[in-house]
């Protein structure tokens, strides 16, 4: 089938009826009559039973529509691609980041951008760190911030800013007294924890692990922010890192950084192939501000 036999197929279907397809492209009725009995005849099969003057589908064209709204939609994606483009060349960046850093820090720093830049339209999204991924390599978005290693030899990343893996706990827990804490001090105590499946539950796991222990869970959230609500509400203590807290100035909890843990870092992801955007660059640099302002500095290398 070409490109037009499939176009008046898929009208077909959609409307139901020659005389409505016929309308949908603009073309005559027996046009499109013509047309869909030549597809026929080259594909040696029926598409349409005709009954009492009605088409009704065949199960083979049912099929073969499904796999015609595939084709649609890759060419409506084509489509966007278009627009996104041409929008860039007048200013357009697309940023994606992980959940803490994007609840308030990326944030904050598009706030600070835009004033100075009302004229460049910014898409930003929060997503999971598989996403993330997909989406710099489909080059759907120009710029990621993950706070996970984000390793691919199709994509560059560049550390931004670093925090600490902290515990927070209700001011009436046994630990609030502290001013930090090792693994070994939170094992009498239960978490809030995240799944196993999670980049950030395999990194408690693995905190745990170092000492020979596993976590005792009691509640389990799906997303750290959603751990601080709970934390928040006194529901027990969790470990989150300090770019998520930066959303949480009024908490009702303590912060304990946790001894000898590795610092989180923030890198910032982007396809390896391509060069930044002048708009771009200057985005990042707004961005390190704000992670400074923060006092979120990278480690020092010695």
């Given at each position: 089938?070409?490109?037009?036999?499939?176009?008046?197929?898929?009208?077909?279907?959609?409307?139901?009826?020659?005389?409505?397809?016929?309308?949908?492209?603009?073309?005559?009725?027996?046009?499109?009559?013509?047309?869909?009995?030549?597809?026929?005849?080259?594909?040696?099969?029926?598409?349409?039973?005709?009954?009492?003057?009605?088409?009704?589908?065949?199960?083979?064209?049912?099929?073969?529509?499904?796999?015609?709204?595939?084709?649609?939609?890759?060419?409506?994606?084509?489509?966007?691609?278009?627009?996104?483009?041409?929008?860039?060349?007048?200013?357009?960046?697309?940023?994606?980041?992980?959940?803490?850093?994007?609840?308030?820090?990326?944030?904050?720093?598009?706030?600070?951008?835009?004033?100075?830049?009302?004229?460049?339209?910014?898409?930003?999204?929060?997503?999971?760190?598989?996403?993330?991924?997909?989406?710099?390599?489909?080059?759907?978005?120009?710029?990621?911030?993950?706070?996970?290693?984000?390793?691919?030899?199709?994509?560059?990343?560049?550390?931004?800013?670093?925090?600490?893996?902290?515990?927070?706990?209700?001011?009436?827990?046994?630990?609030?007294?502290?001013?930090?804490?090792?693994?070994?001090?939170?094992?009498?105590?239960?978490?809030?924890?995240?799944?196993?499946?999670?980049?950030?539950?395999?990194?408690?796991?693995?905190?745990?692990?170092?000492?020979?222990?596993?976590?005792?869970?009691?509640?389990?959230?799906?997303?750290?922010?959603?751990?601080?609500?709970?934390?928040?509400?006194g529901a027990g203590i969790?470990?989150?890192?300090?770019?998520?807290?930066?959303?949480?100035?009024?908490?009702?909890?303590?912060?304990?950084?946790?001894?000898?843990?590795?610092?989180?870092?923030?890198?910032?992801?982007?396809?390896?192939?391509?060069?930044?955007?002048?708009?771009?660059?200057?985005?990042?640099?707004v961005i390190r501000g704000?992670?400074?302002?923060?006092?979120?500095?990278?480690?020092?290398?010695?």
């Open positions: 089938m070409n490109l037009r036999q499939i176009e008046v197929f898929r009208a077909v279907m959609s409307t139901g009826s020659v005389s409505d397809a016929s309308r949908l492209l603009h073309v005559s009725v027996p046009a499109v009559s013509r047309m869909l009995s030549y597809t026929e005849s080259r594909l040696g099969f029926p598409l349409f039973e005709r009954v009492k003057g009605r088409l009704h589908p065949t199960a083979e064209a049912r099929r073969l529509y499904h796999e015609v709204q595939l084709v649609y939609r890759g060419v409506e994606r084509i489509g966007d691609l278009v627009h996104e483009l041409a929008e860039r060349r007048h200013g357009l960046i697309s940023i994606g980041s992980s959940p803490s850093v994007g609840q308030m820090l990326v944030p904050q720093a598009i706030a600070e951008f835009h004033i100075g830049n009302p004229e460049v339209r910014i898409h930003f999204h929060c997503m999971t760190h598989a996403r993330l991924k997909e989406q710099l390599l489909g080059r759907q978005i120009d710029l990621g911030i993950s706070t996970l290693p984000m390793e691919h030899p199709s994509l560059r990343t560049s550390p931004l800013a670093a925090s600490r893996l902290v515990c927070i706990c209700p001011p009436s827990h046994p630990l609030a007294a502290r001013s930090s804490v090792s693994v070994a001090d939170l094992l009498p105590y239960p978490l809030i924890a995240y799944p196993h499946d999670t980049p950030f539950g395999q990194r408690i796991d693995n905190l745990y692990a170092e000492i020979g222990e596993t976590p005792r869970i009691e509640i389990e959230a799906g997303l750290p922010h959603t751990a601080c609500a709970l934390v928040h509400a969790a470990l989150v890192d300090e770019f998520l807290l930066r959303g949480w100035p009024g908490a009702r909890f303590r912060i304990l950084p946790v001894e000898q843990a590795a610092p989180i870092v923030a890198d910032l992801v982007y396809p390896h192939a391509e060069s930044l955007s002048p708009v771009a660059e200057a985005l990042i640099r704000v992670m400074t302002l923060h006092g979120l500095s990278l480690p020092d290398p010695g």
